[in-house]
């Protein structure tokens, strides 16, 4: 599976193994397949891991779109990660049709205000284009003020609210990408 780079970052497709690893705790065999600089925080949302781990094996053709591990060229260390919600699909918005998908990430409390969220984002972004993807979803708590702001800097904007029954109060933004 391909991997995406930027000039300070490795996006790696984190494979089965690893997300069945993460989702079971299992700190030492995550290590092995994800990085050895992998740190507490990776493990904090596991259930993510279990749900895309699902994913990818009731359909093998959503990998390319499942939990990638956002790692520093430098230094190694995994800074982050990223996922999207389901593959792209159909998306109707003011009566246009595009191709969509909802994406996620986390960028660890260290490495937070460097600007690895925007360099992850647009590089997957470049590379999912070239898979025909149009447009992306996010949906960022009211209260999570650098992700709204990071949403507007990607050209966002707000479609909806919803209440999750997981994260809370949640607004929608959505952004077209080409």
């Not at 497709?13 to 995550?30: E, F, H, Q, R, Y």
């Not at 493990?43 to 779109?65: C, E, G, H, I, M």
């Not at 990430?105 to 590089?123: C, K, L, S, V």
């Not at 993807?133 to 990071?150: D, F, K, M, R, Y």
Request: hydrophobic share 45%; aromatic share 10%; net charge negative.
């Amino acid at each position: 599976m391909i991997h995406i780079e930027t000039d300070r970052l490795i996006l790696r497709i984190v494979p089965l193994a690893g997300l069945a690893s993460t989702a079971a705790g299992n700190i030492k065999a995550t290590q092995g397949l994800v990085g050895e600089k992998l740190p507490e925080e990776w493990f904090d949302n596991s259930w993510v891991f279990k749900l895309r781990y699902d994913q990818w094996l009731a359909d093998p053709t959503y990998a390319p779109w499942s939990i990638r591990a956002i790692a520093s060229k430098e230094t190694g260390e995994i800074v982050g990660s990223m996922n999207c919600h389901h593959q792209p699909m159909p998306f109707l918005l003011n009566g246009k049709e595009r191709l969509a998908t909802e994406m996620g990430y986390t960028i660890f409390e260290a490495y937070r205000r460097q600007g690895i969220a925007y360099e992850a984002i647009n590089a997957f972004i470049a590379w999912a284009k070239t898979l025909g993807l149009e447009g992306v979803i996010l949906s960022i708590q009211p209260t999570n003020a650098p992700s709204l702001a990071l949403a507007l800097k990607l050209g966002a904007t707000q479609i909806g609210s919803q209440i999750d029954e997981r994260d809370g109060p949640e607004d929608i933004y959505y952004f077209d990408i080409d």
